[in-house]
């Protein structure tokens, strides 16, 4: 994450937290100093029962939300200091087809800063993969699922 001339007022470190696919995660803290470094590998995983199309689950993607949050550990909560949001399907599949030539292709995205946060909004440098599978679910698992 870099956001070029801000230094931060607090000190406290820093970390991002995804929610997609009915699924949070966060990364490990790192100091409050731009540009921050998550050299992190976040693994989410979803199962979609009785959807046998590649193109159907694109569609579902289209109404599941991804959020990314830049999160600064000020006491009480915790303090939001910028954020992103987007349907799953447009941050995994951002070209219009449906498979991508080069995996793990290196992306950027602006942030949307919050009020409490002074300076220009931060940008994420990130790169995704995306696998779309066949899974043979027995009845029992795909009632679970």
Do not use: W
Request: charged share 25%; hydrophobic share 40%; glycine share 4%.
């Amino acid at each position: 994450v870099s956001c070029p001339g801000v230094l931060l007022k607090d000190k406290q470190e820093l970390y991002l937290s995804v929610f997609v696919l009915g699924q949070y995660k966060k990364t490990k803290c790192v100091p409050a100093a731009f540009p921050l470094f998550f050299h992190e590998n976040l693994l989410f995983e979803k199962a979609f029962a009785n959807v046998v199309d590649p193109g159907d689950v694109v569609k579902l993607l289209e109404f599941d939300t991804l959020t990314i949050e830049l999160i600064q550990l000020v006491p009480p909560e915790g303090k939001v200091l910028a954020t992103y949001e987007e349907n799953t399907r447009d941050f995994l599949f951002p070209d219009p087809k449906l498979t991508h030539g080069r995996h793990g292709l290196q992306r950027m995205i602006l942030m949307k800063r919050s009020l409490s946060f002074t300076g220009i909004a931060p940008k994420l440098r990130f790169s995704t993969i995306s696998l779309i599978t066949d899974s043979l679910l027995s009845s029992e698992r795909s009632h679970i699922q």
